[in-house]
């Protein structure tokens, strides 16, 4: 989605505490509708929020399995039951689709390879699946399935909502949460798949590392400057 280079500088912002799903989302939509209006730029919003769930657009009340361990948040972005809490990354991404090509499809994916290249930079190979939303990872260090297959366990989540073609909400990646954390839930609707993080797959990855990979990496799938 390469199609960006005259647009002013995506601003970056990176919370330092954090932060409430509600007071987040306020902030997003109030940007989101201020960027419709042509009074705001581009943002990219890094965060982490307390222990919650969210149910997206396309959430079954079944994959709630513990309603009562964190609050739970229903949430306009598209997809299904996910988990937000401390040691995970999100990156809520305010940006102009519109004038970027005002393909969703293509808007998703480059979320997707955004995701995907930025783990390559800590070797760890993401990927997609068919009737899957999110990246995932091959676990070869496990036992095989029943089916004789190595598992495979999700690392990133992505979800959006578009508003006048202004994009809302965005991705999460797994760097050190509590992965018990997700079996109150049945993460994105699939129960015959895992959760890991990157220091589950022993790499001691910080926050730091990743931002720094998240805004290198911006630049190469998106194609707009940084500030």
Partial sequence: MNNALDMPPVTWEVATDLVDYETAVARMEAHADAMARGEAEELIWLLEHPPLYTAGTSANPRDLVAPDRFPVYESKRGGQYTYHGPGQ???????????????VRAFVAALEEWVIKTLAEFNVTGERREGRVGVWVVRDDKPLTALGQPPEDKIAAIGVRLRKWISFHGISINVEPDLEHFSGIVPCGISEHGVTSLVDLGLPVTMSDLDVALRRIFDDVFGAEQQ
């Fill in 89 to 103: 990354r999100v990156a809520y991404v305010m940006l102009d689709v519109g004038k970027r090509g005002r393909d």
